[in-house]
């Protein structure tokens, strides 16, 4: 049993599984005049709580079998937030965790690590508002049921500032009692800088005879409370003041504040708090001559982990990004000195997996790439979503001022180029800027430039590789792979200009173009009696995810007036991992008009059999990365034939793409593989080429039309497999 009356000081409660943070809280309150009673878990707790309870409650949220807001909840079934206060103590600082403390009764939040002086002096005050509380509700009850019904303070005073009359709303909390204000000037009573507005607003209602407003805010026990005052003339020499507290109505501004210069998923400062924070920094860069350094970090192959395991797990890693950076990541470990302790690391989200870190006040590079090298090894621990390992990696670019832009947006201009030289190196890793990387970015600009210009023009054209059956050679298909004749660059590798088109989005008009063009020229190839076998375009994930990309396949389908039956669509595993609903019904609806669907690249993802089985899936495409091990490598022989007994077990068709050499296809004829694709049987060829293949119907399997080295790698033809962001 708890009893007030058996001690002088006031009691506090501390309810915590850790005895070290009990420990540590113990000796705080002790020091600030508190009498401490322990608990070292909920249920202790909810025994100990008698009557009269403690004074104060010092509560953990994260506790073994009963939790934190479970006691406060059953705890405010029988006492208020009055008479018995409640400061939640933990390390969850999320939003929702202190929406759910507050809601289940809180007065106060803590959170880890603890300022103990801090802490101490904000259980006085919590107690002190509690104890003010419980005498404003008592007076309340006292009062005349109009004057309840009045939220606002009403006072009379004459014109130098004399309490006459007082009435307390219900809605507010006056700074003194009424018996310390009536007869004594306002001037003594209340602080300097509120007295001498209220003073001219008496002022001036006298002289001017107008209703007068002054806003201004007081200390009080629970913290700074605004009010707002109307100063009324009442008679020649008096004044009657209505003062509201306007608090609330300032929090929700706060709050609405809050919405616009804080990232809602991370808790960081967004794009706008982070251009205005910047400015700041450079200001003060500039008046004490100081340099200043802008990082501009990039989670590397954050789409892939986005479109295979979903938005949700997505969103939880950037969460747990944001949070490793602000709990790991910290001046001091880099260097002591004052000037940077005080101003410190700024971090904030752009949006996407975009983040920053200003590092003010530095005097070298040394620093800045100390800081850039922690926080990529920071993130290149691995991250724990659900029961799944996920490693990442990022790519960081620098910017300095003065030597890399005066202004917030030339530095960020140039830190985010400095970011994509990065991945441009191979990604994981840091790049300062320097002049030549604009260079390389209009470069870059001017690529998606003409690749805009190059779909416009028709400087885009579709070569073609014939696709074989296992058994006896036979042409069952061509895969359509794009070629680019650029006007003064001639010949374009798709590797240079796929990533650009990706990353533009460009790649989604490309990628309807290739299908536009290869469904007519299987129309053409069926008119001249030249094609009886399947015409395969890749799909990428972006293209797939557009608005009406399923509806315009089938238009194309129905506009060209080729077979359904001799279209095949080439998915990537990523699409299956995270698909919507619409895009799965929409797949069945061309497969039941009669278009084929493949999975390429198979084996490289993270797709498992629940995930096939969701797709009308006809046919698994070893990746040639596999094939090319053959037939020596262990481990490709391994999942080569793997791949192959699983599509068979599923009654599914396999291919392998990339065949090259003669012991390769004997490996994959062994294993049963059904179709073959590769260099041994023939390099892409122009349309009329392939016309010819056809109309022979079949290759060789002991090699066929030409040679590896007689062409590019299929593979670098192929525009519209997933690749990582550039």
Not at 58 to 77: K, Y
Not at 526 to 536: D, F, I, L
Not at 616 to 622: D, N, R, S, V, Y
Request: with cysteine.
């Amino acid at each position: 049993m708890l009893s007030n009356t058996a001690h002088a000081l006031p009691t506090a409660l501390i309810v915590d599984d850790d005895y070290v943070m009990r420990m540590l809280e113990r000796e705080t309150l002790a020091q600030f005049g508190f009498d401490v009673l322990e608990a070292a878990d909920g249920e202790q707790a909810l025994d100990m709580l008698d009557d009269p309870p403690p004074d104060l409650l010092l509560l953990d949220l994260e506790m073994p079998g009963i939790d934190g807001f479970e006691v406060c909840r059953r705890l405010r079934q029988r006492w208020d937030m009055a008479r018995v206060p409640v400061i939640v103590v933990t390390g969850m600082d999320d939003l929702a965790s202190i929406n759910q403390a507050y809601e289940s009764g809180a007065n106060d939040f803590v959170a880890k690590p603890i300022n103990w002086p801090i802490l101490g002096h904000r259980a006085r005050y919590v107690l002190r508002s509690a104890q003010a509380a419980r005498q404003l509700s008592e007076l309340k009850e006292k009062q005349a049921a109009i004057m309840r019904a009045i939220p606002d303070m009403i006072f009379v005073m004459d014109w130098q500032g004399t309490y006459l009359d007082y009435k307390q709303g219900y809605a507010t909390t006056a700074f003194v009692a009424a018996n310390e204000l009536l007869g004594k000037n306002m001037a003594a009573v209340l602080p300097a800088e509120v007295a001498r507005p209220i003073q001219q607003g008496i002022e001036l209602a006298l002289l001017r005879g107008h209703l007068q407003t002054v806003l201004y805010k007081l200390p009080m026990p629970d913290g700074n409370h605004h009010y707002e005052a109307r100063i009324a003339p009442n008679g020649v020499d008096k004044v009657v003041i209505v003062v509201r507290d306007i608090t609330t109505q300032k929090l929700n501004e706060d709050k609405i504040r809050r919405l616009a210069y804080f990232d809602t998923l991370t808790g960081m400062p967004n794009r706008q708090s982070f251009l205005e924070r910047l400015d700041q920094e450079l200001a003060r860069a500039r008046r004490n001559h100081r340099q200043l350094a802008l990082l501009f970090l990039d989670l590397d192959g954050f789409k892939r982990i986005n479109d295979t395991l979903g938005h949700s797990a997505g969103d939880y890693l950037l969460q747990a990004v944001a949070e490793r950076m602000k709990e790991k990541l910290r001046a001091g470990d880099f260097v002591a000195r004052p000037a940077l302790d005080e101003s410190g690391l700024h971090f904030a989200r752009l949006g996407g997996d975009e983040f920053t870190v200003v590092l003010p006040d530095v005097d070298e590079t040394h620093t800045v790439s100390m800081v850039a090298t922690r926080l990529q090894a920071l993130l290149a621990q691995p991250f724990l979503i659900g029961t799944q390992e996920i490693m990442v990696t990022s790519s960081i670019g620098i910017a300095l001022f003065p030597a890399d832009g005066d202004d917030a947006a030339t530095l960020l201009k140039h830190a985010d180029t400095a970011m994509y030289h990065a991945k441009d190196q191979g990604r994981n890793n840091w790049q300062l800027y320097h002049r030549s990387l604009t260079t390389q970015t209009t470069a870059r600009m001017a690529l998606e430039s003409d690749i805009r210009k190059g779909l416009e023009r028709g400087e885009f054209c579709l070569f073609y590789q014939p696709q074989v059956s296992a058994a006896d050679g036979t042409i069952v298909g061509v895969e359509a792979l794009i070629r680019w004749q650029h006007p003064q660059h001639g010949m374009v590798s798709p590797a240079q200009f796929i990533p650009v088109a990706e990353e533009s989005g460009l790649i989604v008009p490309m990628g309807e173009w290739v299908l536009q063009a290869a469904c007519r020229q299987l129309l053409e190839w069926q008119q001249r009696g030249g094609c009886s076998a399947r015409v395969a375009v890749n799909v990428s994930a972006r293209q797939l995810r557009s608005p009406g990309f399923l509806d315009r396949v089938a238009a194309i389908i129905a506009e060209t007036g080729i077979s359904a039956e001799q279209l095949e669509l080439e998915l990537t595993e990523s699409i299956l991992m995270d698909p919507e609903s619409r895009q799965v019904q929409g797949l069945y609806r061309l497969r039941a008009l009669g278009v084929h669907f493949a999975i390429d690249d198979f084996g490289t993802g993270y797709s498992s059999l629940s995930y096939i089985k969701r797709f009308p899936i006809g046919m698994l495409k070893i990746d040639q990365s596999f094939v090319r091990g053959l037939p020596d490598g262990a481990n490709d022989a391994g999942i080569a034939t793997a791949i192959i007994a699983m599509a068979r077990s599923l009654d599914l068709e396999v291919i392998a793409e990339g065949v090259e050499t003669r012991q390769q296809c004997e490996f994959l004829l062994q294993a049963k593989c059904s179709k073959l694709q590769g260099y041994l049987f023939s390099r892409p060829l122009p349309p009329g080429e392939v016309e010819i293949l056809l109309r022979h119907g079949s290759i060789p399997l002991t090699g066929g039309h030409t040679t590896p080295s007689q062409a590019l790698s299929d593979k670098a033809c192929n525009p519209l497999q997933e690749t990582s962001a550039p």
